[in-house]
């Protein structure tokens, strides 16, 4: 039965309440393609072209800041997925470094290929918000100090990425009635690590930051009206 029926029908009912928005048609041309089980699902994990992407090694062991390759995230309300040239700074030919190994060379040959025949490389999208979700914004998130780590789990532990939360509408909005725990310094938003660390002190009542002194540099509240994400 879930497998046939995508779960919008269950909503059916409230429906109505965001017609007068006139996103209807969009909410059901949008759930009708979006809500199929392999999208959107806590655990979602796609094969990658290649020999993939591992962010235990990039962002973990290497140490690489997400916004060296997600380098809009701050700016824009859409994260960027890094095109090949970022990959073949240090993958490229004339390279003298651990990322031209003999074993890694096997393994970023894909990158080359890429970049030589001016190709980009099929990256599968791991997370979307169904159609008739409007506005999500990556930008206000991070300047409101919001890490990374709530909404996407802890990618540096992860050779492939998955989905690690709901991104339900519950999800977004029990945050945003109470985000007072879930902030952050922004200098922090993209360690990962020691937000994780953070996060875990603050809940044995042993955090390091003022969460009254973050909530207070908010410019709005997070927002619960409909029409903040449902346009
Ligand atoms: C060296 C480049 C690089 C760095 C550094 C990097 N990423 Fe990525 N990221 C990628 C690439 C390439 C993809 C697409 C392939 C994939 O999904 O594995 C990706 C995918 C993702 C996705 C899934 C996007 C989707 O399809 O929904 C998330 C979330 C993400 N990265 C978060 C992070 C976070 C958080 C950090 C920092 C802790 C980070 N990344 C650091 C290159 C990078
Ligand atoms: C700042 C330099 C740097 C950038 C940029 C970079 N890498 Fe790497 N990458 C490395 C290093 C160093 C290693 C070897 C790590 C090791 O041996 O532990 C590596 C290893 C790899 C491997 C082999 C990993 C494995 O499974 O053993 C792949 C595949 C790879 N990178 C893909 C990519 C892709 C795709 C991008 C672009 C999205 C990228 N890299 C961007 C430095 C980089
Ligand atoms: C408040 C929750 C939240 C935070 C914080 C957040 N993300 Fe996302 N991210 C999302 C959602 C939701 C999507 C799917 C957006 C959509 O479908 O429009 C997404 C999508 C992405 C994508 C895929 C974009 C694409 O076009 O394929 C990447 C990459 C990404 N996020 C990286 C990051 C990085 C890096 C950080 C931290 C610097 C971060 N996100 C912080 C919720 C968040
Ligand atoms: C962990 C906490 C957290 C989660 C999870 C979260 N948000 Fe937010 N969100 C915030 C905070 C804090 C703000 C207020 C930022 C500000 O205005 O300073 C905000 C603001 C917003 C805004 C208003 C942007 C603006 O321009 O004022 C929208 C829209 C939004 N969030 C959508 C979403 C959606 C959709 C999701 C779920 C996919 C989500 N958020 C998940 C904390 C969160
Ligand atoms: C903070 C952002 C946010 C706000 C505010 C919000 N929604 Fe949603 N809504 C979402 C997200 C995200 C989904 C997608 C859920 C999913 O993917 O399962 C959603 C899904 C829905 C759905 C589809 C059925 C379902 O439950 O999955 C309906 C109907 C809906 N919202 C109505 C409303 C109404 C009515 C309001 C105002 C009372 C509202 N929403 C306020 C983010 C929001």
Redesign the pocket.
């Known amino acids: 039965m879930s497998l046939m029926f995508p779960k919008w029908m269950n909503a059916l009912p409230t429906l109505g309440a965001i017609a007068s928005m006139g996103g209807v048609v969009t909410v059901i041309a949008g759930t009708w393609y979006w809500a199929t089980p392999s999208f959107f699902e806590v655990g979602y994990q796609p094969t990658q072209p290649g020999t993939g992407f591992n962010h235990k090694i990039h962002a973990g062991k290497l140490g690489m800041d997400?916004?060296y390759c997600?380098s809009n995230?701050?700016k824009s309300p859409?994260?960027?997925?890094p095109a090949v040239s970022t990959c073949y700074g240090c993958h490229g030919p004339n390279k003298v470094s651990p990322a031209r190994s003999t074993a890694t060379d096997e393994k970023t040959q894909f990158i080359r290929d890429a970049f030589d025949a001016d190709e980009s490389i099929e990256?599968r999208?791991?997370?979307?918000?169904p159609d008739y979700?409007r506005n999500?914004p990556?930008d206000v998130?991070?300047s409101a100090g919001?890490?990374?780590l709530?909404?996407?789990g802890q990618?540096m532990s992860m050779p492939v990425v998955h989905q690690a939360e709901s991104?339900s509408m519950s999800f977004?909005l029990d945050?945003h009635r109470h985000p007072e725990q879930a902030l952050v310094p922004k200098d922090k938003?993209?360690d990962l690590r020691w937000v994780a660390g953070e996060l875990e002190a603050r809940a044995a009542g042993q955090g390091t930051t003022n969460t009254d002194e973050l909530t207070g540099m908010l410019w709005n509240a997070p927002p619960q009206a409909c029409g903040a994400c449902h346009q």
Do not use: G, M, P
Not at 78 to 81: D, F, K, Q, S
């Open positions: 997400c916004r997600h995230v701050e859409e994260a960027n997925i990256w999208r791991v997370h979307k918000l979700v999500f990556h998130h991070l919001v890490s990374c709530s909404c996407h990618i991104l977004c945050c938003v993209t």
